[in-house]
């Protein structure tokens, strides 16, 4: 399946979330990560599903939601087993 409209809704959320990083803005990092991969999962794009759940993880990790962050590092396929 195509990316059709969602690649610019996907880049743009990932260009916020990428500033809302770098300003420690973590619910804004979260929120737009979401985004990115819930467009990527519509896409079927597995190589970028992979990149956003890791992302997440990140996110989840770096504001102490380590559950969180543990359902999204299956998914990223980060799972250590």
Known sequence: MA??????????AHLRAALAE???E??????DYLVCLEAAER???RRATCFFAAK????????GFHDKAERYRELAGLAQG
């Open 3 to 12: 990316w059709y409209g969602d690649i610019v809704m996907a880049r743009e």
């Open 22 to 24: 770098y300003r420690g």
């Open 26 to 31: 973590w619910h804004l990092v979260v929120r």
């Open 43 to 45: 896409a079927e794009d």
């Open 56 to 63: 997440l993880v990140t996110a989840y990790a770096t504001i």
